[in-house]
């Protein structure tokens, strides 16, 4: 880059430039946060303020974080922090980085409160294989009086989950604890909620580089199919969830009629799907309502 231009905007045009050459699909946002994180400003500033200057030592950094960007590391892992639900969420080795469509999890939840018992409830709710935090940290941001459980066999993981639920103001409701998904749990929830692994050890040729390399393989990956934690988690959840009580997964686009079918195999007769923003097939809801 220009080491005599250190202008904001400046920095991030000639970023943006070398992001795109490197065929980065979101060049000019990726470079925005780059700069403005390692100039130390919000991420709006250099678009207020593209004639501020910034130090020797934050270009420097510039340079290394586009540097990072260009051979494939994703902003949140350069960042070490990323965005969920309007919530800053720290993340670290073995946590997933979050991506927008889970935040269709968070709503399909939050519509089974509303239909029912409301917000102000003091629901008792599992989140299993928690990894950053970001699904009960944001239900907790929106249920005053809930409390989550939140479970995960990595313990990075929830050492970043505990971080991240106390950095939000809901710690003191967040209770991390190891173990494999529902097989620690009592019959005292109101709901459970998991985004698992569900990618098939076939996909993983097609998956970006940013994925393959910069995500946790425990976090992505579920067997030949895909659908090996769902089949842990579904009859757990039948085991330990009373009548009406549901449970909701976060699927594959693909994975609707077989993840269905290991729900009704499980002892599930109610079973609603939630697309995302996309049209694709992204929640499944499923709990037991006949006797």
Known sequence: MNSRDRRLGTLCREARARLAEAGVATAALDAR?????AAGVEPAVP??????EVT??????????????VAGEPVGRILGAREFWGLPFALSREVLEPRPD??????AVLA?????????HPYRFADLGTGSGVIAVALLSELPKAVAVASDMAPGALATARDNAWQNGVGARFLACRGDF???LGQTMDFLVSNPPYISLAEESGLSREVRQYDPRAALFAGEDGLDAYRVILPQARERLVRFAPVFLEIG??????????????????????QDLAGRDRVLRARCVAK
């Open 33 to 37: 946060l780059l700069v403005a994180a």
């Open 47 to 52: 678009l207020t303020d593209p004639e501020r």
């Open 56 to 69: 020797k030592a934050a270009l420097a950094l510039v340079d290394s974080h586009i540097a990072r960007r």
């Open 102 to 107: 889970t935040e269709r999890l968070v709503e």
């Open 112 to 120: 089974w409160c509303d239909e029912g018992k409301g917000r102000d």
């Open 182 to 184: 529902a097989a620690m």
């Open 253 to 274: 686009a693909s994975q609707v009629l077989a993840v269905a079918a290991l729900a009704r195999s499980a002892g599930f007769d109610d079973i609603g799907i939630f």
